[in-house]
């Protein structure tokens, strides 16, 4: 799996942290049965970068924690796995409100952002929580990748 990773915000991950981040990043992938020789783009933002574009994207004028942008829809789409040329989508994580939800749910940094991880893969991987139910079946998904990679809340 390659990360195309990129630091936009004044806080800087360290490297245990971004080992962490690109094995959660294979484990969903494998949770879902789907090949690790891919690209996914990861990006640290503030919160002025994240609230724009999260305006731009979703017309919400406001500072949100992460957001996904999937280069494919997985339920009617067959990219083309197995050449290493294909690119997942991408991940945008806004650090400073990573680290207030760190502060506030009484964990590590490190897990907040496996968690945001985790969440925006599935997002990537074609699921969603528009629904109850599909908000069910989503948090499952993540809760059961977050255990196994020992990231119990």
């Known amino acids: 799996m390659e990360l195309l990773f990129e630091n936009r915000s004044d806080i800087e991950p360290n490297e245990k942290c971004m080992d962490m981040l690109r094995e959660l990043i294979c484990a969903s992938l494998r949770h879902e049965g789907l090949p690790t020789d891919i690209q996914v783009g990861l990006s640290f933002v503030g919160g002025d970068e994240i609230r724009r574009l999260n305006n731009k994207f979703r017309k919400i004028d406001r500072e949100t924690d992460v957001l996904s942008f999937p280069m494919y ?39 907040e952002l496996g968690f945001l991880t985790v969440h925006s893969m599935l997002h990537l991987m074609g699921y969603d929580h528009m629904t109850e139910e599909d908000e069910r079946e989503m948090f499952s998904l993540q809760k059961q990748i977050l255990d196994e990679a020992g990231l119990k809340r």
Not at 78 to 102: E, H, W, Y
Request: hydrophobic share 30%.
């Open 73 to 111: 829809d997985l339920r009617t789409e067959k990219p083309k796995f197995g050449t290493g040329d294909v690119c997942l989508g991408d991940i945008v994580i806004c650090m400073p409100q990573a680290v207030r939800q760190s502060e506030e749910y009484g964990h590590s940094i490190e897990r």
